[in-house]
């Protein structure tokens, strides 16, 4: 049996009829950016998450680097993000102007290690921003708890994790604020890029709404300089026809992944660990093995699409090579032993049972 890794146009086939719809209208309306339909989704998004504000932007790079920004934090700041995670975590914080200092996760849950964030902290730390890695919620209690003991801003970077809860919260509403991605693949995806910030900081929701339109909120009035950064009328529409689905797709994902967990188990494959204050959405199916490479080949060549999230630890990318970093060995030994398994709402156990019987095959 043939499985594919992801194939959108199959994710993106149960909503198809109701986005042609919506995209008409929208076509029909003469109103593209920034107008009732990004109201709308801003205002379903927020009560989504539990949360006062949802500001639509462009992608989910420019949301954790606009929270950044409206914080004032830039040239002479430390922002503390994950030693793995993808390279926009990184890359929002050094759009600022501040350094990011890498935190090694916890080898079980591939999350921020909490118990080592302290050591992390000097004088000129502002921020701690943990990633809900693979729709995992981060261990958000301890994290909040030490950034507020030294007067620190908690930025959850969301971007994998729609609908995902903590000791029954959604993430998007743990720390100060929190960046989302609408990028096509994630588990709410738009058909083009995306991206919101949420937040129950209402001086930050207002600063964000500025910053995000030429830093103004009076049309040919600019208070601060802004950039342009917006969710535009089509994709906030298309983004409105699928989160009321989003709740189901995501229980989808969970029968999947209880599926492989059963039929994985007892393998010398690390399966992935869920952390026990944690509800995860299962955005990734990321197992572990030194044998990754070989794996990998075997299921290709069975007709079963795999991926690797993420191939090299961004201290390792050329893009971060002129500066020195600590040893990070968690994330090294990460990138060289995880491998993610085909995940989607439109899976059946079927297909899921298919993966496993393959992967069972190798090891046997
Ligand atoms: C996708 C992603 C982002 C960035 O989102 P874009 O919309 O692609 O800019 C940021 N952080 C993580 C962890 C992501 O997976």
Redesign the pocket.
């Known amino acids: 049996m043939k499985v594919d890794f992801l194939n959108l146009k199959r994710a993106n086939e149960p909503h198809e009829a109701a986005i042609l719809d919506a995209v008409e209208r929208v076509v029909g309306s003469g109103w593209y950016i920034l107008g009732e339909q990004t109201a709308a989704f801003e205002r379903e998004f927020a009560d989504y998450c539990g949360v006062a504000h949802c500001i639509g932007v462009a ?3 420019d949301a ?1 680097h606009l929270i950044l920004r409206a914080y004032d934090i830039g040239e002479g700041d430390e922002v503390i993000v994950p030693s793995n ?2 390279i ?2 990184w890359l929002a914080v050094s759009q600022t102007g501040a350094r990011v200092v890498p935190v090694e996760p916890d080898e079980r849950t591939c999350n921020l290690d909490p118990g080592r964030i302290e050591a992390a902290i000097t004088p000129r730390t502002r921020a701690v921003m943990p ?1 809900h ?1 693979y729709g995992q919620p981060a261990d958000m209690e301890p994290i909040c708890r030490l950034a507020r003991k030294h007067g620190l801003r908690v930025i959850e ?1 969301a ?2 994790a729609h609908g995902a809860r903590y000791r029954g919260r959604r993430v998007g509403g743990l720390g100060d604020a929190a960046g989302f ?3 096509p693949g ?1 588990n709410l995806g738009a058909l083009g ?1 995306g ?1 919101a910030v949420t937040t129950d900081d209402d001086t930050l929701a207002g600063t964000l709404r500025k910053l995000r339109n030429y830093g103004s909120s009076t049309k040919y009035r600019h208070e601060i300089t802004g950039l342009n950064s917006r969710l535009d009328e089509l994709q906030s529409a298309i983004l409105r026809i699928k989160l009321p689905h989003l709740d189901a797709e995501n229980t989808r994902r969970r029968n999947a992944a209880s599926v492989y967990l059963e039929a994985l188990a007892r393998l010398p494959l690390q399966l992935p660990h869920v952390h026990e204050e944690a509800d995860p959405v299962w955005h990734l199916f990321v197992v572990r093995t030194p044998d990754r490479d070989a794996l990998q080949t075997y299921l290709r060549e069975a007709g079963i699409g795999t991926n690797i999230h993420y191939p090299l630890a961004c201290h390792r990318q050329p893009a971060y090579s002129a500066e020195r970093w600590p040893a990070l060995p968690i994330a090294e030994r990460l990138q060289a032993e995880v491998l993610s398994l085909p995940m989607a709402p439109y899976l059946s156990t079927a297909d899921i049972r298919a993966v496993a019987e393959r992967i069972r095959a190798f090891f046997s």
């Open positions: 992608n989910g790079l954790l995670t993808f926009a975590t990633v890695l970077d971007a994998q991605s609408f990028y994630k890029d991206g």
